[in-house]
């Protein structure tokens, strides 16, 4: 008969590894899905008063991207926050949980409006892009992006930020990174959509760091180094 609480232990060894992948798979996924959709996108008009034409053949691929790098990011949400364990605090974690989840539905909303810009352009290629209703979709969408999301993406980080900092599950300096990362985040006016980039760039230091932080400590037949407990206790 199975022992359950070997059974338990063996899934739990399995949890830090399983955050860096799914937060690597998100960065690349997401990064890729908003360069495509920022190069399918014109922003503005020629010296000529023309718009350059949209390009369904990046676009496309896009959209197929953005949900699989949503459910990578909720993986990495899940695991993260069961991982907290016993040290989860009601108050920051609702706050992050929460915040994560708005993100999530920002960056959906605005690809949806991005799959319609692109179905409507279709229909009437070549007086679309100059027309109010693309200069109001595009509008919305990079509103989505890079205000909304943008700072539901900087409170999630500064959440997560304040949990390691007060209970040492990482590492001080990478805290203070993690502060650093979340102002960028709330404080930026900028409205352009490569600002958005700051946040995978973040998700994919932190992937990285229990990822070789993992596979440098961890032994087979050992309880896993990432289990959640403040850093330098052994």
């Not at 700072?151 to 930020?161: C, E, N, P, T």
Request: with cysteine; hydrophobic share 50%.
């Amino acid at each position: 008969m199975t022992n359950p609480h070997l059974t338990l232990t063996g899934k739990r060894l399995t949890t830090p590894r399983a955050a860096s992948i799914a937060g690597i798979l998100f960065a690349i996924l997401f990064t890729t899905s908003v360069v495509l959709i920022r190069l399918s996108l014109p922003t503005a008009s020629s010296a000529s008063g023309v718009w350059p034409e949209i390009e369904p053949s990046r676009l496309r691929p896009a959209l197929s991207l953005m949900p699989f790098a949503g459910i990578a990011f909720l993986w990495f949400v899940g695991v993260v926050r069961d991982r907290l364990g016993a040290f989860e605090d009601q108050f920051f974690s609702t706050v992050f949980y929460g915040s994560g989840l708005l993100f999530l539905a920002m960056i959906f909303a605005a690809s949806a409006i991005a799959g319609g810009i692109a179905a409507s352009y279709s229909v009437d290629p070549a007086g679309f892009t100059s027309s109010d209703t693309y200069q109001f979709g595009r509008s919305i969408m990079s509103q989505f992006f890079t205000i909304y999301a943008l700072r539901m993406a900087g409170v999630f980080v500064i959440s997560l930020g304040s949990i390691w900092f007060r209970t040492g599950l990482m590492p001080r300096w990478l805290s203070i990174i993690t502060y650093l990362f979340a102002l960028i985040l709330i404080l930026s006016t900028s409205v352009n959509l490569w600002m958005v980039l700051v946040f995978p760039g973040w998700v994919l230091i932190i992937s990285l760091y229990i990822l070789i932080h993992n596979l440098r400590h961890h032994t087979p037949g050992e309880t896993d180094c990432m289990t959640m407990r403040p850093a330098g206790q052994a």
